[in-house]
């Protein structure tokens, strides 16, 4: 064992024991605290056992070069570091509570085997492996650099709390069960093979690859450029909930559910599986393959825009098309909806009018499909003003073979009994003057 500048308190209870191909065995084994007193560094070139009952704590530094075995607990206090360059492997029954720093470098490796218990309230920074198949709580901050790969295993959690923030920039797979309630910033390749529940914010340009159960929980806000649902995976977006995706949403098979909330996408891809688009709203510029609207609110491009469906749409009796209108340009003003297959209507259209020099006779082509079949059942906000309403024509083969659904600003009829006493008191007037 080597010590540089090294004062072990209470005292060094050590068994040494010198190997030909082991450098040296140190067990900790006698039911006490080892502690690295703050300003001091222990290293360590061997094999250290930490058994059960035994503490090591690192008010200073302790720099690992070799091997450390924890089935005690290791104990990093504000100011203390544990200077990872070997193998750090937690065993059953083991612990790590760190309040201060643990540093996992390039070539290095800290795994928390089943039964082992990792947590992390003070900094965590990985550029080597990390392995999981216990428990890594992280209430602190932990930061996957550019080097760094985290695995969490079948029966591993990992468990980003309340408190935590998880920056991923390289490479996460999550094989396990991985829980962020507090934030994580993913801006590398995230492979979700477990299960993945948040309640708390995601964010970052990075790529998620779902194979397992993945749920955005009411209240939570997912954002990440590009993610990819897999044969066999659930991706549930639930009320409340709040889903950006800045590129593509791919769906290779498996089963995508819009319950609720709010899920943006500029691109999705439907190539295979299931599309429950059953609550929430949905906005998007691209939808390949077919869409069917089975109680949400489709909204057409990002507020406004359009919504280009290369497939058929449909929408059943409680879903709704939503259409803002802000001007007089289709695409950056008002809102229309595109399909190059057939359109098939019921349920409601809506208008969110917010436009200040709207005219009468102005008019909004809406919607096109190269066959419109129904029509929609009811226009909610259809009356513009006392004097003004939305009137709407179906004109089949508009545009060659194109169907097209416009919307003008008309006059509200004037009721046939005001007509009436109206024209009276009309030829009441010419009476008298006669």
């Keep these: 064992m080597t010590s540089t500048?090294?004062?072990?308190?209470?005292?060094?209870?050590?068994?040494?024991?010198?190997?030909?191909?082991?450098?040296?065995?140190?067990?900790?084994?006698?039911?006490?605290?080892?502690?690295?007193?703050?300003?001091?560094?222990?290293?360590?070139?061997?094999?250290?056992?930490?058994?059960?009952?035994?503490?090591i704590i690192a008010e200073g530094t302790y720099d690992n070069d070799g091997v450390v075995a924890n089935d005690g607990e290791v104990v990093t206090v504000p100011g203390g570091l544990f200077d990872n360059y070997g193998t750090f492997n937690t065993n059953s029954g083991g612990v790590v509570d760190s309040t201060g720093t643990i540093t996992n470098n390039n070539g290095a490796t800290l795994s928390t085997f089943a039964g082992g218990d990792f947590f992390n309230d003070g900094a965590l920074d990985n550029e080597g492996?990390?392995?999981?198949?216990?428990?890594?709580?992280?209430?602190?901050?932990?930061?996957?650099?550019?080097?760094?790969?985290?695995?969490?295993?079948?029966?591993?959690?990992?468990?980003?709390?309340?408190?935590?923030?998880?920056?991923?920039?390289?490479s996460l797979t999550n094989n396990g069960e991985f829980n962020n309630n507090g934030t994580f910033a993913n801006d590398g390749t995230w492979s979700d093979i477990g299960i993945f529940s948040n309640t708390g914010n995601v964010n970052g340009g990075g790529s998620v690859d779902i194979s397992g159960a993945f749920t955005n929980t009411t209240g939570a806000s997912f954002e990440q450029s590009t993610v990819t649902v897999n044969a066999g995976a659930t991706f549930d977006l639930l009320s409340g909930s709040q889903t950006i995706i800045s590129n593509t949403l791919t769906q290779n098979g498996g089963t995508i559910s819009v319950f609720g909330g709010r899920l943006e996408a500029t691109n999705i891809d439907l190539i295979g599986g299931a599309f429950d688009f059953t609550g929430g709203v949905l906005n998007t510029t691209a939808v390949n393959g077919n869409l069917n609207n089975a109680g949400g609110i489709l909204a057409p491009g990002q507020s406004p825009g359009i919504t280009t469906i290369t497939g058929d749409y449909s929408q059943d009796s409680g879903s709704t098309l939503l259409i803002e209108i802000e001007g007089l340009i289709q695409g950056t003003e008002y809102d229309s909806l595109f399909v190059t297959g057939t359109a098939t209507l019921d349920g409601e259209l809506n208008f969110d009018?917010?436009?200040?020099?709207?005219?009468?006779?102005?008019?909004?082509?809406?919607?096109?499909?190269?066959?419109?079949?129904g029509t929609f059942a009811t226009i909610k906000n259809k009356r513009i003003n006392e004097?003004?309403?939305?009137?709407?024509?179906?004109?089949?083969?508009?545009?060659?073979?194109t169907d097209i659904i416009t919307a003008r600003v008309a006059l509200v009829p004037i009721p046939a009994a005001v007509w009436l006493f109206g024209s009276a008191l009309g030829l009441l007037g010419w009476m008298r003057r006669k």
Excluded: H, M, Q
């Excluded at 969490?152 to 390289?170: A, K, M, R, S």
């Design 5 to 55: 500048n090294a004062s072990i308190s209470p005292d060094l209870r050590y068994a040494i024991f010198f190997l030909s191909a082991i450098p040296f065995i140190a067990f900790n084994a006698n039911a006490a605290d080892t502690t690295i007193p703050s300003g001091t560094t222990f290293t360590n070139s061997g094999t250290v056992i930490n058994a059960f009952g035994d503490r």
């Design 129 to 170: 492996n990390i392995a999981n198949s216990g428990t890594l709580d992280n209430d602190g901050s932990f930061v996957n650099g550019v080097n760094g790969v985290i695995i969490n295993d079948v029966g591993g959690l990992l468990d980003n709390g309340n408190l935590g923030y998880f920056e991923n920039t390289n």
């Design 387 to 401: 004097e003004w309403k939305w009137e709407l024509s179906y004109d089949l083969d508009a545009v060659g073979t």
């Design 353 to 373: 009018l917010d436009y200040g020099s709207l005219a009468l006779d102005d008019s909004f082509e809406i919607l096109s499909a190269e066959v419109i079949s």
